[in-house]
């Protein structure tokens, strides 16, 4: 049988493997697609160090970065587990899910992961067995 690769069922790119406060980097151009209240709530803003660093490393410049929730998991496969994951994704991942700022989102959610594609392949498989190491310790 072949294996279905629909992001509405999954989420797994958008969980966080550790427990981190920051999910993805923000560009200049980023943040101007997202609403004021969506800023307040879910950005943080790097500091002036952050961005001399990135400018010598010939990087983007990162302005910001989204932030993360703990979310405990209500229907699913992983029900009553506790997940760490962006905090613009919603519903229950591995179930339902859909993300609030899907048409806004940033540059390096846009380019990082499609659906089926290697590195969505490689996430998934590290997703799942994260989820097997917490059910044996379980």
């Known amino acids: ?12 790119c958008c969980v966080c ?12 151009t980023d943040l101007e697609l997202l609403s004021d209240g969506f800023i307040k709530k879910n950005v943080r803003f790097t500091t002036p160090f952050q961005g001399l660093l990135d400018t010598l490393n010939h990087r983007r410049e990162v302005t910001a970065t989204i932030s993360t929730k703990w979310v405990m998991i209500r229907t699913g496969p992983l029900k009553d587990y506790e997940m760490n994951y962006c905090a613009a994704l919603r519903g229950s991942v591995m179930n339902r899910v ?6 806004n989102r940033p540059v390096v959610c846009r380019s990082a992961v499609e659906p089926g594609d290697r590195n969505c392949k490689e996430i ?15």
Request: charged share 35%.
């Open 124 to 138: 998934r498989r590290a997703f799942f067995q994260t989820i097997e190491r917490l059910k044996e310790s379980a």
């Open 1 to 12: 049988m072949k294996e279905v690769f629909d992001c509405r069922a999954c989420g797994a």
């Open 98 to 103: 859909r993300c609030s700022i899907y048409a």
């Open 17 to 28: 493997p550790q427990d981190q406060i920051e999910y993805c980097d923000l560009i200049e």
